[in-house]
């Protein structure tokens, strides 16, 4: 399986991961989301942002527990909750974010 | 795609105590990454886990590995989001230590937070004595090594 992007084909597995993380930018994310019927918002890029951040430090995709409790240390409760970011992303907060993200599917994820 | 939401099962009532030996050097064969990630899935069950570092298995915690020239993706930093998993023991053998000439400070310093300290940062790593690792072997209801 694979993205088009900008008449550019970026290989992906069959639930639609990035096969190679470098291969990852704005417009590709873009093209995900779409695939994944999400509108996104600025507070959508925000948990992006931070599951990029996560990986760059940690080498890892974090699971949806784990990811909640570091959005609430970083954003507060408001924000680190399963509520609100199951609301954002439906299809999980780990596994569709980390899609979009470029990342592999989370570990520890069952 | 995927169409399948996550969810988080309910395991409570059945918590076993796991220990994951950890014998080997970190690059050159796939034990270190395969039991590492293996950890981190059993983490989401609410287990009672531990890890030993023993023998070559002390490298999986030295900090400055280079991964480039063996084409292997550096997992080193890794190790530092144990705590994120709720993993608060890491059993390092003082003897393996001093075999290799290392010292805790060559170690990646891993923390947790104490729930029960008001989520104070404290460090994970412990460096214990051969026989200290046997007693806690002991206590076990399932040891996996690589």
């Known amino acids: ?110 | 795609m995927s169409d399948d939401i996550e969810t988080e099962f309910e395991t409570e009532g059945v918590e076993k105590k796991f220990m994951f030996l950890n014998r080997k050097a970190p690059y050159g064969t796939i034990y270190a990454l395969e039991m590492l990630e293996t950890v981190l899935i059993s983490a989401a069950f609410d287990q009672d886990v531990s890890l030993v570092f023993m023998d070559d298995g002390v490298y999986q915690l030295k900090k400055g590995c280079d991964t480039k020239s063996v084409n292997m993706k550096n997992f080193s930093s890794t190790y530092k989001a144990l705590g994120d998993y709720d993993i608060q023991k890491l059993y390092v053998e003082r003897e393996s230590l001093e075999a290799r000439g290392l010292t805790v400070d060559d170690l990646t310093e891993v923390v947790y937070e104490d729930e029960d300290d008001d989520w104070a940062e404290k460090p994970a790593i412990r460096v214990v004595s051969r026989d200290e690792i046997a007693v806690l072997m002991e206590e076990q209801d399932v040891v996996i090594s690589a």
């Open chain 1, 1 to 110: 399986m694979s993205y088009e992007v900008n008449g550019k084909t970026i290989e992906c597995d069959e639930e639609g991961y990035l096969e190679d993380i470098g291969e990852w930018s704005l417009d590709v994310a873009k093209i995900i989301a779409k695939d994944e019927n999400l509108d996104m918002t600025d507070e959508h890029w925000e948990v992006i942002d931070y599951l990029r951040e996560y990986y760059d430090e940690y080498q890892i995709a974090p699971a949806v527990r784990v990811l909640v409790k570091a959005i609430k240390k970083k954003f507060g409760p408001e924000k680190g909750n399963n509520k609100y970011l199951y609301e954002l992303f439906p299809y999980g907060p780990a596994k569709q974010a980390c899609k979009i993200a470029g990342l592999p599917k989370p570990t520890g994820c069952v």
